[in-house]
């Protein structure tokens, strides 16, 4: 166990659908980040949160959207949902401020598999 | 522009064998370099990283790791691979101040009996 808890595990939905990804970061660890695996992409980063706030974002869609809340959780919202968007989706977190070297030491959830059909 | 080559998609050795896990960079300053390995249905888990200093780094599982900055590399080694080490291994690099790590494409290691 990482430390790091991703709920669901397994999601199944349809095309057009919302679904919201939950993760709960190692206990003292500030910053979230959000990766999408997938066969032809592989790990792209998403978007990262420090502390609430949002510090870096990479390729993700318009139709997704994350947030960290007060008490550090995140969630990663994914909306209108097409077929190309199934994909091992994980969270990781990480000490230290952003641009510290210990920042960029992450830990990984177990990732919740989304299937779009 | 800045990216991360695993040349290798795929390998397979055999159990006892000794195993290299080749990984290049592109940035312009030596970034900070991380292997993570992720086991059928897992996350990944830290192997080693490479900040400063000693450019031979060790890590978990009796992996070690070679920063050299001529070539540009950061390859993963290990003397006698076990049955256990067949996984999947990613080498990632982030730019010294930057927010993000960058993950190579991955290698699948297989390991035959």
């Known amino acids: 166990d990482s430390g790091v808890t991703q709920t669901p595990k397994h999601l199944i939905t349809a095309t057009g659908q919302r679904v919201t990804l939950r993760c709960s970061p190692r206990?003292?660890?500030?910053?979230v980040y959000w990766y999408q695996q997938s066969l032809d992409q592989g790990l792209q980063f998403l978007i990262q949160?420090?502390?609430?706030?949002?510090?870096a974002k990479g390729n993700i869609l318009e139709r997704f959207s994350a947030q960290q809340f007060p008490d550090l959780h995140s969630e990663l919202n994914l909306s209108s949902l097409e077929l190309g968007d199934s994909a091992l989706y994980f969270c990781?977190?990480?000490?230290?401020?952003?641009?510290?070297?210990?920042?960029?030491?992450?830990?990984f959830g177990a990732g919740s598999r989304l299937t779009v059909l | 522009a800045q990216s991360v080559t695993q040349p290798d998609i795929h390998i397979t050795v055999s159990e006892g064998a000794s195993l290299e896990l080749r990984c290049n960079y592109s940035y312009g300053a030596t970034p900070y370099l991380f292997w993570y390995v992720q086991s059928p249905g897992q996350g990944l888990q830290l192997l080693l990283k490479y900040f400063s200093g000693d450019t031979l780094v060790q890590g978990i599982k009796g992996f070690e790791a070679e920063f050299k900055r001529s070539q540009s590399s950061f390859n993963l080694r290990k003397p006698s691979v076990h049955w256990s080490d067949a996984a999947e291994y990613f080498c990632a690099v982030v730019v010294q101040g930057a927010q993000k790590l960058v993950f190579g494409q991955g290698t699948r290691l297989t390991i035959n009996p």
């Open positions: 949160y420090y502390n609430g706030e949002e510090r």
């Open positions: 990781a977190s990480s000490a230290g401020f952003p641009g510290q070297s210990g920042a960029n030491v992450l830990t």
């Open positions: 206990s003292g660890d500030l910053s």
